[in-house]
């Protein structure tokens, strides 16, 4: 079953959005393999958006991702990395469509409510900066 990395960043938290969120992917049918909340280093900032390093946000990204708590997750299902994805909207919130999560609840690309990996590779990637494996669980849902 495919994994995706799911994080409410720290606009998320602060507007009292975790609880919605969590429960948007859980109404979905996204199974909830690992879940906490984190005060992400500048370190761990870097390691986790590495690719965007050089570029003119970077610096405003890190800024922003390490100043409050987040809420990181790792979200189970069929296709979960474009099923959560698709949930999110576009990363541009004022593009975002109406009713995804990006577009109800974000105006500003660089406080856009929450993270989510964008590729199974990715995934892999991020699951293993954030957490340990005996943090994700395995377990049966009863529906
Ligand atoms: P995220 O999906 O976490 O991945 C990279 C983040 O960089 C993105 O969401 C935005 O929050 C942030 N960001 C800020 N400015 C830009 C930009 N101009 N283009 C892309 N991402 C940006």
Do not use: C, W
């Amino acid at each position: 079953m495919e994994r995706t990395y799911v994080m409410v960043k720290p606009d998320g938290v602060q507007r009292n959005l975790v609880g919605e969120i969590i429960s948007r992917f859980e109404k979905k049918g996204l199974k909830i393999a690992a879940l906490k909340m984190l005060q992400i280093t500048r370190e761990l900032a870097e390691r986790h958006y590495g690719e965007h390093k050089g570029k003119p946000f970077f610096e405003p990204l890190v800024e922003y991702i390490t100043s409050g708590p987040v809420v990181a997750m790792v979200l189970e299902g069929k296709d979960a990395v474009s099923t959560a994805r698709d949930m999110m909207g576009a990363t541009n919130p004022l593009k975002a469509a109406p009713g995804t999560i990006r577009g109800t609840f974000g105006m500003d690309i660089g406080r856009n409510v929450i993270h989510g990996s964008d590729a199974v590779e990715s995934a892999g990637r991020e699951i293993n900066i954030f957490f340990a494996p005996e943090e994700i669980i395995e377990y049966k849902r009863a529906t």
